[in-house]
């Protein structure tokens, strides 16, 4: 029999998997990283012995949960860890497992992908030593290592001041936050951040931690480049310099889409997100027969909401196979989702998107890192009359290479809105590919 599989094994995958094995069915869990946990509960090496609360600070009693449900859920799961979900297509999913190439047909399937940081390039970004803010959080809580000896933080978002802290609080020399949001704009988000006072406290406490901490934040101040010849020098604000050797940017996290767009999804424009996501009901059905979304993977909601966003989709697929479900423990995941929907808009107001990063980005910007496509050559495609992604894409390769516009495609489209005088969201959307992820050479393909 077909297996009902899940791929991601973040707190949404694994809420899903245990929802799925107390109703009597046995999922297929599937995830690339060695350990189960996903992003923010990411595991160390086994042998590493860092405690949880260094790893994970006020979310280590959370964290210490998923990972007892996991290691719990794994001996009764078909778990697949270190395995890559590179493909869809009919009723089938092509995964790598250590070099070795496998077909698995499945009966249903939830997509718990999560999401990665969103790139807005700035001169420089390509220099070793220039890191996504994910990327150097993953350094320290998975090897324990810092990106370098003198760190700078920028970008936007509630990731920045945590990873920040997380780093100075480790020991590492944290020389600046920039922070593109002004402070006027977290300040008129408090009403919509108060619904989830805890949160808000958290991200307060590790804003006044810096400070306190001597480690210099600068609000409403952008990053303009990024200095150095061999890696880092440097980065660059206004007509300020500040000398470091790592830099660590995003602005805030995008959803992983890839795999719902190979399912067949259908997606639609999300202003809150700024991104085509995969339309999902409140339940989590996609809009494709047996598919199933959960989590960041199809709209950044944070962890809480992905747990239980994991567990409606899981009973949702239930209900579908009809199996009986506890409809008040839906309800109640629905409602509680929806009040998390809330705070997310406040998030919003607080860490807005910089809407002058197009118009000031130089021609000579490098915007596609795998196919070398600078921001002019976009330009130049436009000028040429086209404005939708899939076409600039076809005329210079902007998103064409090894990420397939994981990387580039939101600020390649933030580039062709702004030359082309459109809104961002008549652009279009990159449509997934095969393969979502980077392939190494030699893998034997099954035809
Ligand atoms: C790098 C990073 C660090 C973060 N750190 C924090 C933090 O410290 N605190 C915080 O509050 N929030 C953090 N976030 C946000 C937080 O991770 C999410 O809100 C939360 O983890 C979402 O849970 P999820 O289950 O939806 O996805 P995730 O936890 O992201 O899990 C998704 C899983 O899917 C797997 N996966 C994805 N695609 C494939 C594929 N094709 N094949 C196989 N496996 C696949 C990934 O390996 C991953 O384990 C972070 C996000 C990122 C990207």
Redesign the pocket.
Known sequence: MKPVVI????????SAARTLLEHGIKPCL????LR???????RQPANFQRSAKQL?GF?AGKAEAVHRTMDELAPLLDYRPE????NAEGGRLDLLHHGRAESLAYSRIIV??????RILPVPGWTLPGVY????A??AL?FQGCAIGERVAFCGSG??LY??AY?YAKAGANVVAVLDSAPFSAQFRALPALLGQPLTLAKGLYYRAWLTAHGVPVHQGVTLKQIDGEQRVSAIRWAEQSLACDAVAFAHA?RS?T??ADLLGCEFAWNALNRAWLPQRDSAGRSSADAVYL????AG????E???M??ERAALALLEDMAITIDQRRAAWLEQQLAGIQRFRQGLETAFPFPQQWAAEAPDALILCRCEEVRVGDVRAVVDEGHWEINRVKAHCRVGMGRCQGRMCGLAAAEIIAEHSGRGIEQIGRLRGQAP??PLPFGVQVQP
Do not use: C, F, N
């Not at 996504?132 to 990327?135: C, D, E, I, K, V």
């Not at 959960?294 to 993977?297: S, T």
């Not at 950044?300 to 962890?303: F, H, L, P, V």
């Open positions: 791929v991601g094994a973040g707190p949404a995958g694994i599937i995830d690339e990283s189960g946990g996903g992003q923010i509960y990411r994970y979310e395995t890559l979900v590179w718990a992908t999560g999401a990665t940081d996504s803010l994910g990327a959080q993953i809580k509630p990731l945590l990873v997380q996290l992983e890839q795999l959960a989590g960041d993977g950044i909601m944070g962890a909401a992905a747990h966003a994991g979502i992820k």
